[in-house]
Nanobody, 121 residues
């Protein structure tokens, strides 16, 4: 069974860059047809899709976050990385790494457990 594990700082100061890593086990991030997304959920709010990186290495972002978000990968470590720049308290959320087998259409079959990131001085 595929496992996804998010890791990174739980506290980030405003204006800094948030950086999270998703380590994937029991499955390769380069396997054909799979897309790897980052999703977040602010406290008391719904889920927000941030973006994905595809098995091919192509990436695509939520237009509302495109100017600040960057998703990359390390195929040697089987890891996906999210960077979100110029954070504000509104970026406080639980961040999830998920696998999308639907070609980037937003159907997810595996989720990480999520990691809470708080933006505060």
């Amino acid at each position: 069974q595929v496992q996804l594990q998010e890791s990174g700082p739980g506290l980030v100061k405003p204006s800094q860059t948030l950086s999270l890593t998703c380590t994937v086990s029991n499955g390769s991030i380069t396997t054909n047809s799979f897309y790897w997304s980052w999703i977040r959920q602010p406290p008391g709010k719904g889920l927000e899709w941030i973006g994905y990186i595809a098995y091919s290495g192509n990436s695509y972002y939520n237009p509302s976050l495109k100017s600040r978000a960057s998703i990359s990968r390390d195929t040697t470590k089987n890891q996906i990385t999210l960077q979100l720049s110029s954070v504000t308290p509104e970026d406080t959320a639980v961040y999830y790494c998920v696998r999308d087998p639907s070609g980037g259409w937003g159907s997810y079959d595996y989720w990480g457990q999520g990691t809470l990131v708080t933006v505060s001085s």
